[in-house]
Structures are given as structure tokens and as C-alpha cells.
């Protein structure tokens, strides 16, 4: 055994805690959560069985934590997990799966498949079988400080672009400030509006917000990859520099994971509460919006949908949010089937659009969103994700449709009323 792999096995042990040995021992095989899996339903294949996808795990634990499979592996009846195994398995684990939670969702009998995947890739990175392209991508979040490897000067040379723009300051390391914003690399790279859009709104609303050198980028890789320590190094530098400036708030940008990795998991990475509130922008806006702070003019006559982020909707319940906020600037808004918790990702998610490899998959899977989008007639699709946006907008693309794909703080920034602007 190599030592990498007995790293990993015994990785796999130590994940296999309280409520994965009960999940494995209560599931009855109903195939339920297969059909809650778009991998699944696009294609057919077993394999994408969300609950197939951890059979090296489901192997580890019988053999370790069950009488029957310890004197399985006494009496050399079964075989253990072998490197190749995991190679095999490296695909399923990483590419068939966003981490959506909608699995979890429809199980019977409660079994948190996600939070078992999640565990699995731990396992998975511990024994040396993360997915190339995610690690690439946590060398460069730790080391240049994003996983697309942008540095403050990209982020400095658009904060220029968008002050020329708006005639708006864009606050930088401003102490005592009430939020820290903060950004998705994809953001920074593909759509400057946001920032634009940010800038604009908090100018009339009269919001104090500051950008960080030092932690503008939001999103964690060490997460989507299964690495805890990495992922704890770079949520800290959030963390750090919230605490630095003596913000009251750090507000995750329009990006899925990134909420769930600073909101759900930073705490827990960092082994302590935050003496700061996090919210993502949507909750935000809402929160203006209901204070009369967000003023818009006019209505976009378009019909339009939404595209709930799973991390945002179901894993972060931000749902009723968004909603309202459209209500704001949509006379024909539509909803698409299964919107809110129980929505359908764009196929992604979980890493799975940094990983090249996953690219025909995630067409494949892309073809759910396709025909829910088909089925409400739009041309216009609203999200509050960057990474759902450009995976749809691949998709889109792919499929020669003729739908354009906007951000939904962008959208309410065309509605402003600029009263303040100077
Ligand atoms: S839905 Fe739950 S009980 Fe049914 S096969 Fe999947 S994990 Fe097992
Ligand atoms: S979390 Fe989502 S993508 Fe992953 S197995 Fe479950 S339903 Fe499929």
C-alpha cells in the first residue's frame, strides 16, 4: 500500500463519523435520490446514482465499522480499496457531482448525501486523487491569493475602470467600515458590472462598504476540492482582514459556493463564531429595499425568469430575496419548474466548470436546465451566481439559444433612480 493511499484510507475512517455510518446503515436502496440527480436523469447511466457515487467510502465503512464486513476482511472475503480503485472512482466524485444538495432533499429515510460526497473528496485529496484542475486552482488561491490567479492590480485596474465610469469612489481598506465587499474571480475577469452595479446602488443608499486588498476574492477551492486545511487558509484571510478594518458585515458576492464557504463553513473551519454577520448580496438588497433605500424607476417589459444558485436557494435559503427584488423592476416575471429550494443546478456547480475534463458532461447535464428555461419562453435569464452564469451562458451558447444572461444586482442598478450620483 502506498503511503498515500494508507493517508487516504485512514482519512476515509476519520470522515466516517456518527451520521455517515448511520446514513450507509439506513439506506434502503430506493433509488429515489438517482431521480433528484440531473447526471442521473440526462443521462441515464447508473453509475450517477448520487448514492453509487460513494461505494469506496460505503466499502471502507463495512469493512471497518460493521461485524460482517470486519469478519469479511478477517476471513479475506473482501478485497480492500486499492489506488487504482480510487483512480477509477476520481471522475464520479468530482465530475458527476455540484454538490447541489438536491439528493439530500428527497431521501427517505434523511441521508445527507452531499455532506457524504463532500466527505469522500476529502478522503479523495488525503490519498493523492483530487481532480487536476481543482488543484491546480487551490495552488494558485494559496499562493497568488485567487484560483484564476488575479492579483490586487487586476482588481485595482478595474476599480479605475469603474470609478471613470461611474464618477464613483470605490472604497479601498476604508477602517470602521460598515461592509466588506467581496468578489469572485469570475466577477473581476467577465463582468465588471457588478462592481459597477454595487457601486451605484450603495452610492444612493448611502451604504458604507470598503474593498481589501488583501481579500478581495471570495470564492474557496480548498472546499470544492476536499482539502479542510487549505480551505481554512483561505477563508482566514477573510476573516483577518474583516476583523483588521472592524467591519460589521461581510457580504458575499453573486456566487453560490462562496456563500455557503465563508457563511456555512468558515466558522466551522476557523473553530470559532466571527465577530462579524456574513449575508450574501441578495439579503443585502432586500434589506434596502425594505428600508426604502433602493429606489428604482420604471419596469423591464422583457418576460424574464430566474435561475436560483443551489448554494444560494436550497443549501443558503435565500429564496423569498430575489423574488421580491424582481418585483421591484419586472412586469413579466416567470417562474421556472421547481424554482427555489427544490431547483434544478445548471451543472457547474461543486467545481465541476473548473474542471476541463467535465466539459461533455456538463453539456449533457446542462440539457435540464435547457428545457426548463424552453418551458417559460424567455429570452431573458436573471441569476445571482458568476459561476452559474457562465456555465449557463456555455450551455446557452451550445445549444444555439437565444437567451442572454444577466446578473440580478445589475438588473436592479438599470432601474435606479440616481438621485445622489456625482
Ligand atoms: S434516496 Fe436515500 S435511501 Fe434511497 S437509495 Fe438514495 S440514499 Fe438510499
Ligand atoms: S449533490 Fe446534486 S449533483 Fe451531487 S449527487 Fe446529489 S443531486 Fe447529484
Known sequence: MTATLEKGLNSFKEVIDAPIASFFSSCVHCGLCAEACLFYTETGDAKYTPIHKLEPLRRVWKQEYTLLGKLGKMFGLSTAVTDAELDEWEPLVYDSCTLCGRCSMVCPVGNDITYMIRKMREGMAASGHAQEDLVDATTRAVTLGSPMGIKWPAVLAQIKHVQAETGIEVPVERAGADYLVLMSSMEIINFPEYLSALSRIFKQAGVSWTLAEDAFEATNSGIQIGASDLAREIVSRIVVA??????????SPECGHAFTAIRWEGPNLMGRPFGFEVKHILEVLDELHKAGKLKTKGKDKRPLTYHDPCQI???????????????????????????GVMNWCCGGGGGVSANSRAEPLRLEAFKHKKGQIEATGVQTLITACANCRIVMEEGLEHYHMKVEVVGLTELLAEYLVEENAS
Not at 476583523?243 to 458585515?249: G, I, N, S, T, Y
Not at 436557494?313 to 419548474?337: H, K, S
Open 313 to 339: 436557494a436550497r443549501r443558503g435559503g435565500v429564496v423569498e430575496q430575489p423574488r421580491r427584488l424582481l418585483g421591484e423592476v419586472a412586469t413579466d416575471f416567470r417562474e421556472m419548474p421547481d424554482a
Open 242 to 251: 474583516a476583523e483588521r478594518l472592524k467591519v460589521k458585515c461581510v457580504i
